[in-house]
């Protein structure tokens, strides 16, 4: 009787075996990244090499994505690249194959895994838009990056425009020192023609006081008329 309890006991526990098993043992076909979600878009955490041993923590019922983990780390990978041992023979992870291996079928949430196994990962910063999927995340990135390229393009604009300005304000600079020497030039021009106008004007009033004074002494004809030796001529 107690070997019949006990059989009964044993055949129940390997019935429910695979129900109440938490994790599979499976074996990467290839190098393959492991990813922070089930997406090859979504960022690599880690790359398992091809042969390497992973545990098997769920899986996708909609997609062939499978939550598992490597050395400690946790991260998603297609399970085209996962192989489980099954009735003597190796397959690929499919959902025809989650409950006779015992792998629970899980659901995915950045919020929460993130939370749980990525919070010191450069990417975790970025979480709110990750967790809007993948497509909202590049979609966003990319209308960042665009608007971050306009900005620069704007910015180099207004740099050039602040160049231009800078180099017409120089250049009138250069006009108005450039118009300032030549007026000083002129001032100068003009001064030394007054000084020349007031010289030749000193001079032609020298001339005409020295004609006056010539005037006033009226020269003798005999002045003009007298030869030598001509006893009318003063001595």
């Known amino acids: 009787m107690k070997n019949l ?3 009964i006991a044993a055949a129940g526990l390997f019935m429910l075996a695979p129900v109440i098993a938490q994790a599979a043992e499976g074996y990467s076909t290839a190098n393959v990244n492991m990813r922070a979600g089930p997406s090859t878009r979504y960022p690599a955490v880690a790359v398992i090499p091809a042969g390497s041993s992973v545990e098997i923590r769920g899986c996708l019922s909609d997609l062939n994505w499978c939550d598992v983990e490597f050395y400690g780390g946790r991260g998603w990978v297609s399970g085209q690249y996962v192989q489980v041992l099954y009735q003597q023979r190796r397959i690929y992870v ?70 231009d300005r800078n180099w017409r304000d120089r250049d009138r600079n250069r006009d108005g020192d450039r118009d300032s020497r030549n007026r000083d030039r002129d001032w100068r021009n003009r001064d030394r023609d007054g000084r020349d106008r007031d010289r030749d004007q000193d001079g032609r009033n020298d001339n005409r006081r020295d004609d006056r004074r010539d005037g006033d002494r009226r020269p003798d004809r005999r002045d003009f008329d007298c030869r030598p030796g001509d006893p009318s001529c003063n001595q």
């Open 5 to 7: 309890f006990a059989k």
């Open 94 to 163: 499919g959902p025809q194959y989650y409950r006779p291996l015992g792998i629970p079928v899980i659901r995915f949430s950045v919020d929460n895994y993130w939370d749980r196994y990525y919070r010191n990962r450069d990417f975790y910063r970025e979480r709110d838009r990750w967790s809007r999927g993948p497509d909202y995340y590049y979609r966003d990135r990319d209308n960042r990056d665009r608007d971050n390229r306009d900005r620069d393009w704007r910015d180099r604009d207004q740099d050039g425009r602040d160049l």
